[in-house]
């Protein structure tokens, strides 16, 4: 069973370089399938249909 989510990886902050800091965000969980090549295809998908934009949002997945 695989958990695919999507999070942003930057943050803002004025103090660091560009406004931005490095920052794990929360998961925001897209669905859970039961193949890694279902999760694979998932976050393909997501990812060349959503730009990331300033902080970075992008689909990933783990095992559950």
Known sequence: MYK?????????????????EPHLGRKTILARV??????ITMC???NTTHKPGRLSRKAEFESV
Request: no cysteine.
């Open 4 to 20: 695919v989510f999507t999070r942003t990886f930057w943050k803002e902050n004025n103090k660091y370089l560009n406004g931005l």
């Open 34 to 39: 039961s193949t890694s090549e279902q999760a």
């Open 44 to 46: 393909h998908e997501y």
